[in-house]
């Protein structure tokens, strides 16, 4: 197979974790026979740096020309005073935007030798496995232009969606809760916002044509709290653009560390952008110190959802978990015991572990 793989790296640890994830598909290519042809293109602070813009035309040109991209994170002090325009983060939602990926999927399932590496207690977190489906591009991110008012004494947000951006989530949230467990969680503050009150008249009509999904309404606030208190009750949760940010960060507590998740950024069809969930991670970048590991599983659900390579992805996902297994760990990770590993030497066991196991195979 020969795919057009588009990387934005970005700022921060994004470069360093780039690194991994080409490493480790340039093993999958060649232990399997495919072609993958990787474009660099830049985003965010990087962009801002070389173009004077967090997001040029060339990159959006590339990726959508593209079979697949992959982003590292973009973001960092350096930019942080720069005007709304010219913030990293405008390159990311941009993309996000451009390309209409409007439904950001993140699983949040943690490795049986990491239930020791979060602070939750080990019966808690056992056997949760979640998907967030966050929407991507509406909601307090994309409405009408913020702006300061009365000499930048008022400011306004506005929190805009069209019906047919909810539909369209609810819908992809009903039709990943088929394929999982059939249990749906849909979050909102529709006891406050009028746009939560119109997501949930839509759950609602769109649960008669999913009679076999069990649905349930919950308040962000207390949706926040049973996620950590109670995981296991939770199979698909579907919730607007700024839940789902604060939601899935929260939820990466389960897995151990942030590093650990990685999501897809898709539409209904077309290109799909794969990215870990956390951010540039200004406080240890440059180190070689990153956790890999949400970045490679990027790369795994962009080989499973955009090119249907699933035995591949699952391959990598096992040489990931015999990694950790071996004891493998960065310093996010909190372990006592184990091999505490550069980003490098995390990405050379993963390769390795994949490798041996083709030739076993
Ligand atoms: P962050 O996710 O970058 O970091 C939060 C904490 O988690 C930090 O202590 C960091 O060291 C740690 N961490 C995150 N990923 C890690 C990894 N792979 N390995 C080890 N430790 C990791 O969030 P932040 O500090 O709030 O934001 C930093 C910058 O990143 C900001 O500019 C923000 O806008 C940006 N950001 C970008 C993205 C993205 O590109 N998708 C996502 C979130 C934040
Ligand atoms: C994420 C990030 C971004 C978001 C920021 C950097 C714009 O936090 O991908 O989760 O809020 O979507
Ligand atoms: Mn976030």
């Not at 939770?234 to 999501?263: K, Q």
């Not at 077309?270 to 180190?287: F, N, Q, R, T, W």
Request: charged share 25%; aromatic share 6%.
């Amino acid at each position: 197979m020969k795919k057009h793989i588009v990387l934005l790296p970005g700022d921060g640890i994004g470069p360093e974790i780039m690194e991994s994830a080409k490493a480790v598909l340039n093993t999958v290519a060649n232990e399997h026979n495919h072609e993958f042809i990787f474009h660099e293109h830049a985003i965010g602070g990087d962009a801002i740096d070389r173009y004077n813009h967090p997001l040029p035309e060339e990159t959006i040109h590339a990726c959508e020309a593209a079979d697949a991209v992959l982003l590292g994170a973009v973001g960092g002090k350096k930019w942080d005073s720069n005007p709304g325009h010219l913030r990293p983060e405008k390159g990311l939602l941009g993309i996000r935007k451009a390309l209409g990926l409007f439904a950001n999927l993140r699983p949040i399932k943690g490795f049986n030798s990491l239930l020791h590496a979060s602070p939750l207690k080990e019966d808690i977190i056992t056997g949760s496995d979640i998907l967030i489906i966050r929407e991507l591009t509406g909601g307090l991110y994309f409405g009408t232009p913020s702006e300061r008012r009365e000499n930048g004494n008022v400011v306004v947000d506005t929190l805009y969606y069209e019906r047919h951006e909810i539909e369209r989530i609810i819908d992809k949230a009903f039709q990943s809760a088929m394929q999982r467990k059939k249990q749906l969680t849909s979050v909102d503050k529709a006891n406050v916002l009028e746009s939560s009150r119109m997501w949930r008249e839509i759950v609602d009509e769109k649960a008669s044509v999913y009679p076999e999904v069990k649905v349930e309404h919950l308040l962000v606030d207390a949706a926040a709290m049973k996620l950590i208190t109670q995981p296991n009750h939770f199979d698909v949760i579907v919730t607007e653009n700024l839940f789902g940010d604060i939601l899935s960060d929260e939820a990466s507590v389960l897995t151990g560390s942030l590093g650990m998740l990685p999501s897809a950024s898709v539409r209904t069809d077309g290109v799909g952008l794969y990215e870990p969930v956390h951010g540039s991670a200004p406080d240890i970048a440059g180190k070689g110190i990153a956790n890999p590991f949400g970045m490679i599983l990027s790369a795994a659900m962009m080989l499973r959802h955009s090119f249907g390579l699933e035995q591949e992805a699952v391959e990598i996902e096992r040489a990931v978990n015999e990694t950790l297994e071996q004891g493998y760990h960065t310093a996010d990770l909190q372990l006592k015991d184990g091999k505490l590993a550069s980003t490098k030497k995390i990405t050379d066991a993963v390769i390795e572990n994949l490798t041996t196991k083709s030739i076993s195979n």
